[in-house]
């Protein structure tokens, strides 16, 4: 049974830097797509970006060339790397493979 738990949210300025990580609990080796996702208050949970186990990425269209997604089979880890961050980017940011979920880390991005 996998379990994922998000970190590194947190407060930053605009056109700052955050890395989100993602831990599972589990072997994600057989765990085919993973991906990110985020809600910002009042608005419905969008797909950030996904990768499959072979390392095929896709993003959204709000996010290309800003963020980038990898994953780590070997360290059961995944990640967000975000750059140039707008305010527009503040949100929970969740961690999901298949139907599971991560609690959720909280990116801020204000002056």
């Known amino acids: 049974h996998v379990q994922l738990v998000e970190s590194g949210g947190g407060l930053v300025q605009p056109g700052g830097s955050l890395r989100l990580s993602c831990a599972a609990s589990g072997s994600m080796v057989r765990i085919y797509l993973m991906g990110w996702y985020r809600q910002a208050p009042g608005n419905q949970r969008e797909l950030v970006a996904g990768?499959?186990?072979?390392?095929?990425?896709n993003y959204a269209d709000s996010v290309k060339g800003r963020f980038t997604i990898s994953r780590d089979n070997a360290k059961n880890m995944i990640y967000l790397q975000m750059k140039s961050l707008k305010p527009e980017d503040t949100a929970v940011y969740y961690c999901?493979?298949?139907?599971?979920w991560g609690q959720g880390t909280l990116v801020t991005v204000s002056s």
């Open positions: 990768i499959t186990l072979d390392g095929i990425t």
């Open positions: 999901n493979a298949g139907t599971l």
